[in-house]
């Protein structure tokens, strides 16, 4: 739960003592986790396998689902070369034939290693943690590597560089490439000299919607004794996954044409192209991630004769002069140990009584006892910080209509006064030491100009004098590490400001350095006093002597001396001055008094002093009212009962008591619905409501009474900002906003480099990290994007000690989201990147228990979604979804559709069948509208779904198989008695015609009912 009050809070807190760190645990990915069960199969087709021929010419070799297989060049019985929870893939033979290099996590993290294949010992190559190499080809003379690494910068994607190693290890070897020249190298092959290396290219970082027609991905040549670099080819569809042919020194490569991935001979002496036969490729991967290459490896035989690749679902030889195509059958025993899916129920009606802010200020003893409110709630009260003698308090509100002021408060009265005048966006006031000046910040007024809080285009830093005049000292960065606003602080003579600012490294791609700076207090003179690489708060004590800050979520102490104008480093592993942690886990919301020193925030408990002490501000949950019979309805109850015709539901309170062909009983209001159908409300899995990235919160907000109107009554955010998505869960909980039920993971655990990113490098870190986003309120954890296997194991082992789900994000990476799967992940974010899908994929998912939300609108591997329902749909002309969508947001997103896609090229819809299979496996498929288009949007997604699950399927993803998914299955996604009452009354049929999902005439949410045009309340009258 975030606490809004817990600046003006904070003065009465007091210290906790840092326990002993203990060892970290030792970890094998192959063996600690709790495997429960293991799924087997012969398997005669693949997805995604790479392969190489032997240099005998008699046989080949290829991975399948994270092991390797040796096949007679004419298939047969596939030998498995390596096997067990390790993920191995990539396979490459030595030129002696004696070798085989592959990518492999066996050591927790993807590095490359070497199998003798007469002796089966394997060894690794490289140590790149943190980073990562996920491809290997040999040199001619099996004397080197070149090796493709990924670097994680600072966005979690990453990008990739080129390496050249020694076959022996040991050594660091040479960087080829560099990320600032070209982002993300890929498909890298040595000539038949070995003298130069040919790989694919993309001058840019990925992007969504990029289009391979204009040539996204082209063909590098390097030579590596001068160093040039060339471009070998430009034009439409590309080119990529170049294999040398060992007789001629021609290339295969691959390209786009069409609309189809095809194989064409390329020569590098005459740059001369030509399609190789008709075959026709599975769909690559040029408009995903290419995590794993633009296509999977291929291979000529030693004569040069054949070409052998992957291609739907088959290894298949393809002769290098017609083209002609041949399947190579195999056949390959699969085995995997699986574990169970971390899983918990939750309660969705949570307490009675809320325990958050609520909108107000409170007041609570140090002693203990209740809170008490000191504001009404008819204004949101942002930042409260005291005056030194503790007599007043400063604060800033916020109102949708009035927009925001400040005001100090004398608190022993509750007198107000009103410090400014001019309605605005303002944030972060502070006092002077000696109470007669006031700083705060205020915005560009974008909120005036029907902008949200969330949209200003600068931030100034004012301060108000003693006699009412206010003084402009310049711009500020007006949402600082945890996205609040920066607090500003007097010195201790008070001539004096202290703020935080961004210093950017001049590096690219890292993150900026946080520094401490002094102004004077006109804005000028600007002194940097301290740099930290990424604190995310940072507090002076009142004698300006020692500075407290957040980092890796941890809260630290450190000296502040004088040093004659020099900058000094701080960092939690030392700097310029000892430093000295101070939370026994994590921390926020930092403060500094003169009575106890450095106190901060975990969720509602505050510490620093002799105990921690808890807020108990509470207000009571809002709930449904009377017995309500709805009668003459059609009822898709999504449960055991399946549909039932003429039917009536009985709702008491916010709960549904009877569901059935009774009658109603004589104490019930009657509704008759005329035959009209109801059913589950709808339960977005993936939905992003964007509340905003500033303190000041709106009171009502449009996308979250746009998505209740079309009936999607619960919402879980996989990625949201702590300060903001639990409070406004809890408003909409206690009656304050109107809105869908909102559940969250709070803020993914990100693994790239930024401030607020969760270093995770053993199981004790994961333990920290879950329990800070389980005390925030947090129903379930995304781990996004941690880079080794080992970190995300960790994370689901800490989480089953929570109690907490895992949602990961995929990430565009078909190894990395099977590994998830093995390891017991409860759901995939995002859609697998390829389509379609095979029966190892199916098979392993299906096995694992693992639920899936592919959220089709942003699908990976080709156009999102969106764009086809932005291309078909007229929102412009839809008096519903204007009525509650910004002006702005219409102006910007429908006036000027700027795709226009041909029907063939909709890959969401090869992503919906590969879900639909995944279904009819038995994987819990959910639906996840990620946001894109608020209320609507979840709609299409509904529909793109139901193209490849079905309507009935579509339906089961959009209600029942969420909640089970998010642990709600005993509150919510069926029309049962027990439930609570969220329903949505529609005027047509969704088993018959899944467009009649958006006809709806009343959304009814914990028993209360709103009309499903306006949302206004209806009331049930006997």
């Given at each position: 739960m975030r606490l809004p009050v817990a600046l003006a809070l904070s003065l009465l807190l007091s210290n906790l003592a840092c326990a002993k760190k203990k060892e970290p645990e030792a970890w094998d990915i192959t063996s600690s986790p709790r495997w429960a069960k293991s799924w087997a199969a012969t398997l005669s087709e693949g997805t995604w396998m790479s392969v190489d021929v032997h240099p005998s010419g008699e046989r080949l070799v290829f991975d399948l689902l994270g092991d390797?297989?040796?096949?007679?060049?004419?298939?047969?019985?596939?030998?498995?070369?390596?096997?067990?929870?390790?993920?191995?893939?990539?396979?490459?033979?030595?030129?002696?034939?004696?070798?085989?290099?592959?990518?492999?996590?066996?050591?927790?993290?993807?590095?490359?290693?070497?199998?003798e294949l007469k002796t089966g010992v394997t060894t690794k190559l490289t140590e790149g943690r943190p980073e990562r190499f996920v491809e290997g080809e040999w040199s001619p003379d099996g004397q080197r590597v070149l090796a493709r690494?990924?670097?994680?910068?600072?966005?979690?994607?990453?990008?990739?560089?080129?390496?050249?190693?020694?076959?022996?290890?040991?050594?660091?070897?040479?960087?080829?490439?560099?990320?600032?020249?070209?982002?993300?190298?890929?498909?890298?092959?040595?000539?038949?000299d070995g003298r130069s290396i040919y790989f694919a290219s993309t001058p840019a970082r990925f992007q969504y919607n990029q289009d391979p027609n204009n040539g996204l991905w082209e063909l590098i040549h390097l030579d590596l004794e001068t160093g040039e670099r060339r471009q070998l080819t430009g034009e439409s569809g590309g080119a990529f996954r170049p294999a040398v042919n060992p007789k001629t020194g021609e290339l295969a490569i691959l390209r786009r044409v069409a609309g189809k991935t095809v194989v064409e001979r390329y020569d590098p002496a005459s740059g001369a192209r030509a399609r190789l036969g008709s075959v026709e490729l599975d769909h690559d991967n040029q408009e995903g991630f290419t995590l794993n290459g633009v296509y999977p490896h291929t291979s000529f035989t030693p004569d040069g004769k054949t070409l052998v690749l992957w291609s739907k679902g088959q290894l298949v030889a393809v002769d290098a002069q017609s083209g002609a195509a041949t399947t190579i059958p195999f056949s390959a025993k699969v085995d995997h140990k699986l574990a169970a899916p971390v899983r918990f129920k939750h309660p969705?009606?949570?307490?009675?009584?809320?325990?958050?802010?609520?909108?107000?200020?409170?007041?609570?003893?140090?002693?203990?006892?209740?809170?008490?409110?000191?504001?009404?709630?008819?204004?949101?009260?942002?930042?409260?910080?005291?005056?030194?003698?503790?007599?007043?308090?400063?604060?800033?509100?916020w109102h949708d209509v009035e927009q925001g002021d400040v005001r100090v408060m004398t608190v022993a009265t509750g007198a107000e006064e009103r410090l400014t005048k001019a309605p605005a966006q303002y944030l972060a006031p502070a006092f002077s030491h000696d109470g007669t000046q006031i700083t705060w910040i205020r915005g560009s007024g974008a909120p005036l100009r029907g902008h949200s809080t969330a949209s200003e285009l600068w931030f100034r830093l004012e301060l108000r004098e003693a006699d009412g005049t206010v003084r402009d000292l310049g711009l500020i960065d007006g949402s600082g590490g945890a996205n609040r606003g920066v607090p500003v602080t007097f010195s201790p003579d008070g001539q004096r400001l202290y703020k935080l600012t961004d210093e950017p490294t001049g590096a690219p791609n890292t993150a900026p350095k946080t520094t401490l700076v002094s102004i004077d207090l006109y804005g000028r003179d600007e002194r940097v006093l301290a740099r930290w690489d990424r604190a995310a708060e940072v507090a002076i004590s009142p004698k300006g002597d020692a500075v407290a800050f957040v980092e890796g979520h941890k809260v630290y102490t450190a000296p502040l001396p004088l040093t004659g104008g020099q900058a000094i480093e701080l960092n939690p592993k030392g700097g310029a001055f000892p430093v000295t942690a101070k939370s026994e886990r994590a921390g926020d919301w930092l403060s500094w008094t003169t009575t106890d020193g450095p106190r901060w925030a975990m969720g509602p408990t505050f510490y620093g002093g002799a105990s921690p002490i808890n807020l108990d501000a509470r207000l009571p949950r809002a709930k449904g009212q009377g017995k309500?019979?709805?009668?003459?309805?059609?009822?898709?109850?999504?449960?055991?009962?399946?549909?039932?015709?003429?039917?009536?539901?009985?709702?008491?309170?916010?709960?549904?008591?009877?569901?059935?062909?009774?009658?109603p009983p004589a104490d019930a209001t009657v509704v008759d619905l005329g035959g009209k159908t109801v059913m589950p409300g709808l339960i977005d899995v993936h939905a992003h409501l964007h509340y905003g990235v500033s303190d000041a919160q709106p009171q009502r907000s449009w996308a979250h009474e746009i998505n209740l109107a079309y009936g999607v009554t619960t919402v879980f955010d996989p990625s949201a900002h702590n300060d903001t998505v639990f409070a406004t869960s809890e408003r909409i909980e206690a009656g304050l906003e109107l809105g869908p039920r909102v559940f969250s993971t709070g803020y993914i655990l990100y693994g790239a480099k930024s401030k607020d990113k969760s270093d995770i490098q053993n199981l004790d870190d994961a333990r920290m990290h879950l329990a800070r986003m389980k005390a925030m309120g947090a129903t379930g954890v995304k781990s996004y994007q941690q880079p080794a296997r080992a970190q995300r194991q960790w994370v689901l082992a800490a989480a089953a000690e929570e109690g907490l789900n895992v949602y990961p994000e995929g990430g565009g990476d078909l190894w990395q989201d099977l590994t998830m799967i093995?390891?017991?992940?409860?759901?995939?974010?995002?859609?697998?990147?390829?389509?379609?899908?095979?029966?190892?994929?199916?098979?392993?998912?299906?096995?694992?228990?693992?639920?899936?939300?592919?959220?089709?609108?942003?699908?990976?591997?080709?156009v999102s979604g969106e764009n086809y329902y932005f291309q078909t749909e007229d929102l412009l002309r839809d008096p519903k979804f204007t009525r509650f969508t910004p002006a702005e947001w219409v102006d910007r997103n429908l006036r000027r559709r700027t795709l226009v896609i041909n029907d063939e090229d909709w890959f969401h819809r090869e992503v919906s069948k590969a879900a639909g299979e995944l279904a009819a496996a038995g994987v819990k498929v959910n639906l996840g509208g990620h946001g894109q288009v608020q209320g609507i949007g979840p709609h299409w997604e509904l529909w793109a779904l139901a193209e490849g699950l079905g309507n009935e399927a579509a339906i089961r993803a959009a209600t029942i198989n969420g909640a089970w998914t998010l642990g709600?299955?005993?509150?919510?996604?069926?029309?049962?008695?027990?439930?609570?009452?969220?329903?949505?009354?529609?005027?047509?049929?969704?088993?018959?015609?899944?467009?009649?999902?958006?006809?709806?005439?009343?959304?009814?949410?914990?028993?209360?009912?709103?009309?499903?045009?306006?949302?206004?309340?209806?009331?049930?009258?006997?």
């Open positions: 390797l297989y040796e096949l007679p060049i004419g298939g047969g019985e596939a030998k498995r070369l390596t096997d067990g929870p390790s993920w191995d893939n990539d396979p490459r033979y030595s030129p002696d034939g004696e070798r085989l290099l592959f990518v492999s996590d066996r050591d927790g993290n993807q590095e490359l290693h070497i199998l690494k990924r670097i994680t910068d600072t966005r979690s994607i990453g990008m990739c560089e080129l390496w050249l190693l020694d076959a022996k290890g040991g050594a660091d070897g040479v960087r080829l490439t560099t990320t600032d020249e070209l982002p993300f190298p890929n498909d890298a092959t040595f000539s038949n969705v009606a949570r307490a009675d009584e809320l325990r958050e802010a609520l909108g107000r200020l409170w007041l609570q003893p140090v002693s203990g006892g209740a809170a008490r409110a000191i504001t009404d709630g008819s204004r949101r009260p942002i930042a409260p910080r005291w005056s030194d003698d503790g007599a007043r308090l400063v604060y800033a509100t309500v019979a709805y009668t003459n309805a059609r009822v898709l109850t999504m449960g055991a009962a399946g549909v039932i015709e003429r039917g009536t539901i009985v709702v008491d309170g916010e709960r549904i008591v009877s569901v059935g062909s009774a009658p093995v390891d017991g992940h409860t759901d995939i974010e995002h859609s697998l990147p390829n389509a379609p899908l095979y029966d190892d994929v199916i098979g392993l998912y299906a096995a694992s228990g693992a639920s899936y939300t592919p959220t089709l609108l942003v699908a990976y591997g080709g709600f299955e005993d509150d919510l996604g069926s029309v049962e008695v027990g439930k609570l009452a969220d329903l949505i009354v529609l005027d047509g049929d969704p088993l018959a015609d899944i467009r009649a999902s958006v006809r709806i005439t009343e959304v009814i949410k914990g028993g209360v009912r709103y009309d499903g045009e306006t949302l206004k309340r209806v009331e049930s009258r006997p």
